[in-house]
């Protein structure tokens, strides 16, 4: 979910292993799967526990306007280059034992993954309606990533909460994220740099372009 993770490993006391890492990245703009969240840049804070093929942790997105969201998730790897997970969305705006579908604070969504070589792919289904988050229940949201020598390319589509109007009422499937990504280290001495992404970012269901760059400190 974050574009860069800048790991400060905490060591376990009792064997010397470093299951713990937190991280803070700093974006222009947070977009997330083509849609814009917030207003102005914003700070995605990560902290994460991870053993052997179990991964939990818990991520977030704070702009400079009030714009908040808390997201806990947990990963497991699996073989051949699969992977299955559940993420919980969350706007600490919201009452958070709030589980009803009328105004529920909550989103739970289904991820499977699928990764070989520079080759990626993700399914991802949210189960529940939570309409104080603005979830329909039953979204789908599928994206194929793949990477070259000097760029990244993804495409992903969706429906429910990735292409819904209020307006009209629209929902269908469409593609609603396509972008490209171009990564770099700045270097500042022998043993220290900063990792920089640019993803331009075209959501052709709502005609929007985005360009957002983001960092590590």
Same mark, same amino acid.
């Given at each position: 979910?974050?574009?860069?993770?800048?790991?400060?490993?905490?060591?376990?006391?009792?064997?010397?292993?470093?299951?713990?890492?937190?991280?803070?990245?700093?974006?222009?703009?947070?977009?997330?799967?083509?849609?814009?969240?917030?207003?102005?840049?914003?700070?995605?804070?990560?902290?994460?526990?991870?053993?052997?093929?179990?991964? =939990? #942790?818990?991520? !977030? /997105?704070?702009?400079?306007?009030? *714009?908040? $969201?808390?997201?806990?998730? @947990?990963?497991?790897?699996?073989?051949?280059?699969?992977?299955?997970?559940?993420?919980?969305?969350?706007?600490?705006?919201?009452?958070?034992?709030?589980?009803?579908?009328?105004?529920?604070?909550?989103?739970?969504?289904?991820?499977?993954?699928?990764?070989?070589?520079?080759?990626?792919?993700?399914?991802?289904?949210?189960?529940?309606? =939570? #309409?104080?988050? !603005? /979830?329909?229940?039953?979204?789908? *949201?599928? $994206?194929?990533?793949?990477? @070259?020598?000097?760029?990244?390319?993804?495409?992903?589509?969706?429906?429910?909460?990735?292409?819904?109007?209020?307006?009209?009422?629209?929902?269908?499937?469409?593609?609603?994220?396509?972008?490209?990504?171009?990564?770099?280290?700045?270097?500042?001495?022998?043993?220290?740099?900063?990792?920089?992404?640019?993803?331009?970012?075209?959501?052709?269901?709502?005609?929007?372009?985005?360009?957002?760059?983001?960092?590590?400190?």
């Amino acid at each position: 979910m974050a574009l860069l993770t800048f790991s400060i490993s905490l060591y376990s006391q009792e064997d010397g292993s470093k299951p713990f890492t937190a991280g803070a990245d700093f974006v222009s703009s947070y977009i997330w799967r083509g849609s814009k969240f917030g207003t102005g840049p914003a700070v995605q804070p990560v902290i994460e526990y991870s053993k052997g093929i179990f991964t =939990a #942790g818990a991520w !977030g /997105s704070f702009d400079f306007n009030g *714009y908040q $969201e808390v997201d806990l998730y @947990l990963n497991f790897a699996l073989p051949a280059g699969f992977s299955f997970g559940i993420t919980d969305y969350y706007l600490p705006d919201l009452e958070y034992f709030d589980y009803s579908n009328e105004s529920g604070s909550h989103a739970f969504e289904a991820n499977l993954g699928f990764s070989k070589g520079d080759f990626n792919l993700g399914f991802n289904y949210i189960f529940n309606e =939570a #309409g104080g988050i !603005g /979830s329909l229940g039953n979204d789908i *949201y599928v $994206e194929a990533g793949y990477s @070259l020598k000097y760029f990244g390319l993804f495409l992903g589509a969706g429906n429910g909460w990735h292409t819904y109007d209020p307006e009209s009422g629209h929902d269908n499937f469409s593609i609603c994220n396509i972008g490209l990504e171009v990564s770099k280290d700045i270097i500042i001495t022998d043993t220290f740099n900063i990792p920089v992404l640019g993803q331009l970012i075209f959501n052709p269901d709502k005609e929007q372009l985005f360009l957002v760059i983001g960092f590590t400190l």
